[in-house]
């Protein structure tokens, strides 16, 4: 063989095992974001371009099942299992689906454990705020507030071997449903073959294998950061106050104290790291309404929970593992 022939296949045997590399070898991340759940979904997949095709696929069906959960979950979807179950009032054993139980004994643990911070039938006192009581005179929310209270109440979900039984109250999954659609879709990912993926709903992530870089976001300057996790195969959820307001001075927002039936006001900003988005969504929104102090014990209490609270005048408490998580090259002074 010649030189010159030799050098052809030389060059060409480069080329072939450089496309191939290309093919096999080289990482790509396939980032997409759609709306569902009354926010932005946003799907992140670690692959080749080898697999890019079954990629689209895979996202496309996490997606999917997203949107299957906020229609069968939404509170306003008259064919969704909870709106046939708060217009009955009762689901019997039939009707009532292994996701459905999943999700209203998760409620019920979490209200347990948060005292009654975390409650599933707050909506009609949302609804209040959000409909303006707080234009009214002290006194007559008071007495509005006090009235609606008495009527609702997680105790009042009965669910046992003859199915769901709901004495007088409505059942909202807003604060726990976005952790577990992202739960549901990683394991869609990562049953498509799809392991490094991030699943991230309005805030409430979840990710697979690899490790993930988690900015948490300033909530005074959403250009600026607080600090940064590095999480692989975990969750985290963040519940804020600064995004969903009623009012123009910016006090009522959307997680209730069920205790007082007022807006939380002890925290601006509640992350919770767990192993899984339902429980990491749930324990937000449950420490956002218990502040700083007692939702730090109830964190420290439970095992492979870790928080960052951020309350009203700025203070950040720390979990006692949470370091296991946080990137301190990236603190700023926040
Ligand atoms: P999150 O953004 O996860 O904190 O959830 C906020 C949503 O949870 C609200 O939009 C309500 O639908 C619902 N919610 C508000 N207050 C509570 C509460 N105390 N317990 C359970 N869910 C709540
Ligand atoms: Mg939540």
């Given at each position: 063989?010649?030189?010159?022939?030799?050098?052809?296949i030389?060059?060409?045997?480069?080329?072939?095992?450089?496309?191939?590399?290309?093919?096999?070898?080289?990482?790509?991340?396939?980032?997409e974001?759609?709306?569902y759940?009354?926010t932005?979904?946003t799907?992140?997949?670690?692959?080749?371009?080898?697999?890019?095709?079954?990629?689209d696929?895979?996202?496309?069906?996490?997606?999917?099942?997203?949107?299957?959960?906020e229609?069968?979950l939404?509170?306003?979807?008259?064919?969704?299992?909870?709106?046939?179950?708060?217009t009955?009032?009762?689901?019997?054993?039939e009707?009532?689906?292994?996701?459905?139980?999943?999700?209203?004994?998760?409620?019920?643990?979490y209200?347990?454990?948060?005292?009654?911070?975390?409650?599933?039938?707050?909506?009609?006192?949302?609804n209040?705020?959000k409909?303006?009581?707080?234009?009214?005179?002290?006194e007559?929310?008071?007495r509005?507030?006090?009235?609606?209270?008495?009527r609702?109440?997680?105790?009042?979900?009965?669910?046992d071997d003859?199915?769901?039984f709901?004495?007088?109250?409505?059942?909202?999954?807003?604060?726990?449903?976005?952790?577990?659609?992202?739960d549901?879709?990683?394991?869609?990912?990562k049953?498509?073959?799809?392991?490094?993926?991030?699943?991230?709903?309005?805030?409430?992530?979840?990710a697979?294998?690899?490790?993930?870089k988690?900015v948490?976001?300033?909530?005074?300057?959403?250009?600026?950061?607080?600090?940064?996790?590095?999480?692989?195969?975990?969750?985290?959820?963040?519940?804020g106050?600064?995004?969903r307001?009623?009012?123009?001075?910016?006090k009522i927002?959307?997680?209730?104290?069920?205790r007082?039936?007022?807006?939380?006001?002890?925290?601006i900003?509640?992350?919770?790291?767990?192993?899984k988005?339902i429980?990491?969504?749930?324990?937000?929104?449950?420490?956002?309404?218990?502040?700083p102090?007692?939702g730090?014990?109830l964190v420290?209490?439970?095992?492979?929970v870790?928080?960052?609270i951020?309350?009203?005048?700025?203070?950040?408490?720390?979990s006692n593992?949470?370091s296991?998580?946080?990137d301190?090259?990236?603190?700023?002074?926040?």
């Amino acid at each position: 063989m010649s030189h010159k022939n030799k050098s052809i296949i030389f060059i060409i045997l480069i080329v072939f095992i450089s496309v191939l590399s290309v093919m096999f070898v080289v990482p790509i991340k396939t980032v997409e974001t759609r709306n569902y759940m009354d926010t932005f979904v946003t799907i992140s997949v670690d692959s080749t371009l080898f697999n890019k095709k079954n990629v689209d696929k895979a996202i496309d069906k996490a997606f999917s099942e997203i949107e299957r959960i906020e229609n069968v979950l939404s509170f306003y979807n008259e064919d969704g299992i909870i709106y046939a179950l708060n217009t009955n009032g009762y689901l019997t054993k039939e009707k009532v689906t292994p996701e459905l139980e999943y999700l209203i004994k998760k409620s019920v643990y979490y209200s347990d454990v948060s005292g009654g911070a975390f409650d599933v039938t707050i909506h009609p006192i949302l609804n209040l705020w959000k409909e303006g009581l707080w234009t009214e005179d002290s006194e007559r929310q008071n007495r509005v507030i006090k009235d609606e209270l008495s009527r609702i109440g997680y105790k009042k979900i009965l669910i046992d071997d003859n199915g769901i039984f709901l004495d007088g109250v409505k059942i909202d999954l807003g604060g726990i449903a976005k952790g577990y659609a992202a739960d549901r879709a990683l394991k869609i990912l990562k049953d498509e073959g799809f392991d490094k993926a991030l699943v991230n709903i309005g805030g409430d992530m979840v990710a697979g294998d690899g490790v993930w870089k988690i900015v948490l976001s300033d909530p005074d300057d959403l250009d600026n950061y607080i600090t940064s996790f590095n999480i692989s195969n975990k969750a985290v959820a963040t519940s804020g106050n600064y995004e969903r307001y009623f009012d123009p001075s910016k006090k009522i927002h959307h997680i209730i104290d069920p205790r007082t039936g007022y807006p939380a006001s002890e925290c601006i900003s509640v992350t919770i790291i767990a192993d899984k988005g339902i429980d990491a969504d749930a324990l937000a929104t449950s420490v956002f309404v218990l502040g700083p102090e007692e939702g730090l014990n109830l964190v420290n209490s439970l095992d492979n929970v870790d928080a960052l609270i951020i309350d009203d005048d700025r203070n950040i408490y720390r979990s006692n593992n949470l370091s296991k998580f946080e990137d301190l090259q990236f603190h700023s002074n926040a």
